[in-house]
T-cell receptor, first 114, second 114 residues
Framework: EAGVTQSPRYAVLQEGQAVSFWCDPI?????LYWYQQPRDQGPQLLVY????????NSQLPSDRFSAVRPKGTNSTLKIQSAKQGDTATYLC????????????FGSGTRLTVL | GEKVEQHESTLSVREGDSAVINCTYT??????FPWYKQEAGKSLHFVID?????DRKQSQRLIVLLDKKAKRFSLHITATQPEDSAIYFC?????????????FGGGTRLTVRP
């Protein structure tokens, strides 16, 4: 069984540039999460979906961040105008609501904003 | 919202000794407490969890204790081995119909010295 796939692995931007992160969850997993993990900190939830619906995006900086999961499978997280404070690893995780509560994490995208 | 705090940011033990990592949480509605491990250069993966209907759970060399009154839980790793060296994250969630929303602690970097 393939795991959670994320791309790109790394991104380096200047402030003000836009960037998109892509996530392909484990097949059949209906719940998908995006976490932001600053260096030497724990993951912080940005947004999560059940199928194509946003369940909670209260921690997503809505003026610059957006996330979609249009068909309830793959998901894209976009930063419209990056700031240095966005420097972090962006983790995607998925789980199957009907089974165990374990989250399966991807390898992450390490973003550096100069 | 829920806040999870890990009290030890770093921990160093000698191989064969036990390691204990402590966490506290704030939301009395939290009922699910997993632990995740992040090895160098890799993403997080699940190691063990405990639910609020029990106060102790063991899986091989891992023991999790839960004290609901104190809103505290801990991970005990017995007979530590070099491969236990990693960052450990505790988390908490109050399950709801839309799936678990995990709040993570800041992480504890465990080093097992030979």
């Amino acid at each position: 069984e393939a795991g959670v796939t994320q791309s790109p692995r790394y991104a380096v931007l200047q402030e003000g540039q836009a960037v998109s992160f892509w996530c392909d969850p484990i097949s059949g997993h209906d719940t998908l999460y995006w976490y932001q993990q600053p260096r030497d900190q724990g993951p912080q939830l940005l947004v999560y979906f059940r199928d194509e619906a946003v369940i909670d995006n209260s921690q997503l900086p809505s003026d610059r961040f957006s996330a979609v999961r249009p068909k309830g499978t793959n998901s894209t997280l976009k930063i419209q105008s990056a700031k240095q404070g966005d420097t972090a690893t962006y983790l995607c995780a998925s789980r199957s609501l009907g089974s165990a509560e374990t989250l399966y994490f991807g390898s992450g995208t390490r973003l550096t904003v100069l | 919202g829920e806040k999870v705090e890990q009290h030890e940011s770093t921990l160093s033990v000698r191989e064969g000794d036990s390691a204990v990592i402590n966490c506290t949480y704030t939301d009395t509605a939290s009922s699910y407490f997993p632990w995740y491990k992040q090895e160098a250069g890799k993403s997080l993966h699940f190691v063990i969890d405990i639910r609020s209907n029990v106060d102790r759970k063991q899986s091989q060399r891992l023991i999790v204790l839960l004290d609901k009154k104190a809103k505290r839980f801990s991970l005990h790793i017995t007979a530590t081995q070099p491969e236990d060296s990693a960052i450990y994250f505790c988390a908490a969630s109050s399950n709801n119909n839309a799936g678990a929303k995990l709040t993570f602690g800041g992480g504890t970097r465990l080093t097992v010295r030979p």
